[in-house]
């Protein structure tokens, strides 16, 4: 079993930056894909971006592309996602998952709440 812990959420104006941490432990995650998801008010949950700790190849959703970075630190079994001109559609609740390579999204962060005001 995957535990994920979301940190760094938070409010922000239009423009600013903010960094998410996702500490996870329970496994050895040589063999895993790192995501993050989102989910605003009234929407479904959508993806924003994975990275996979064997290769560290890095995939981003259109939207967030060129503004958000995700990063991992093995060692700290710690995925990251650097918030960069950010805008108040990028608000909702951010959430960290993890999957094994040829796996579903099955392990789940609690989430963190992120607040764009204009």
């Known amino acids: 079993q995957v535990q994920l812990v979301e940190s760094g959420g938070g409010l922000v104006q239009a423009g600013g930056s903010l960094r998410l941490s996702c500490a996870a432990s329970g496994r050895t995650f040589s063999s895993y894909v790192m995501g993050w998801f989102r989910q605003a008010p009234g929407k479904e949950r959508e993806f924003v971006a994975s990275i996979s700790w064997s290769g560290g190849s890095t995939y981003y959703a259109d939207s967030v592309k060129g503004r958000f970075t995700i990063s991992g630190n093995n060692a700290k079994n710690t995925v990251y996602l650097q918030m960069n001109s950010l805008k108040p559609e990028d608000t909702a609740v951010y959430y960290c998952?993890?999957?094994?390579?040829?796996?579903?999204?099955?392990?789940w962060g609690q989430g963190t709440q992120v607040t764009v005001s204009s």
């Open positions: 998952a993890a999957r094994r390579l040829m796996g579903s999204w099955g392990s």
